[in-house]
Antibody
Framework: EVQLVESGGALVQPGGSLRLSCAAS????????INWVRQAPGKGLEWVAN????????YYEDSVKGRFTVSRDNAKSSLFLQMNSLRADDTAIYYC????????WGQGTLVTVSS | DIRLTQSPSSLSASVGDRVTITCRAS??????LAWYQQKSGKVFRLLIF???SLESGVPSRFSGSGSGTDFTLTISSLQPEDVATYYC?????????FGQGTKVEIK
């Protein structure tokens, strides 16, 4: 079964850090671009970052540049998002998504930034 | 960065109606556009990719068209199970961008 499972979401104070993980199974993970997409409560979808097959290319949405870092471990079929200097407007459900367009979405992990 | 503008932001139509949602890109993206359906606030389904290609398993009442800057998602005969929010998404290059969404309801 093709699956992406996110983890690592939590309640964190403004200025804090968090590391999200995404575990993949059921498809050739190392052949895919992988994306992080988020959805704030009651809001639309926002692309956050992506990484190419071997990790040599990474792109970020402007509001997270310099604060978030995407990485991957193909040997473990895993994707990561290191989030630093978190702000209230980073509060959202974070999804990992395989491919440039995709039916392969994780179930999401909730990040809440609040004091 | 290229922006995607969806319209309308919401609509209400009767069962059997033809429904059209538009997505306009601020610059040309050739055919690199997908459409998604989100139900129950969490479950995502890819409907259309490459502007007009129907994803396997998606009912044929859904169709997509357009290229360059103007794109359309059409539901030829609205069904109760189509109540959802629909998003367009570009993937020609980073940054990916999503439209702001169109909420579809039954009248």
């Amino acid at each position: 079964e093709v699956q992406l499972v996110e983890s690592g979401g939590a309640l964190v104070q403004p200025g804090g850090s968090l590391r999200l993980s995404c575990a993949a199974s059921g498809f050739p993970f190392g052949s895919y671009w992988i994306n992080w997409v988020r959805q704030a409560p009651g809001k639309g979808l926002e692309w956050v970052a992506n990484i190419n097959h071997d990790g040599s290319e990474k792109y970020y949405e402007d509001s997270v540049k310099g604060r978030f870092t995407v990485s991957r471990d193909n040997a473990k079929s895993s994707l990561f998002l290191q989030m630093n200097s978190l702000r209230a407007d980073d509060t959202a459900i974070y999804y990992c998504v395989a491919g440039h367009y995709s039916n392969v979405w994780g179930q999401g992990t909730l990040v809440t930034v609040s004091s | 960065d290229i922006r995607l503008t969806q319209s309308p932001s919401s609509l209400s139509a009767s069962v059997g109606d033809r429904v059209t949602i538009t997505c306009r890109a601020s610059q040309g993206i050739t055919h690199y556009l997908a459409w998604y359906q989100q139900k129950s606030g969490k479950v995502f389904r890819l409907l259309i990719f490459d502007s007009s290609s129907l994803e396997s398993g998606v009912p044929s009442r859904f169709s997509g068209s357009g290229s360059g800057t103007d794109f359309t998602l059409t539901i030829s005969s609205l069904q109760p199970e189509d109540v959802a929010t629909y998003y367009c998404q570009k993937y020609d290059s980073a940054p990916w961008t999503f439209g702001q969404g169109t909420k579809v309801e039954i009248k």
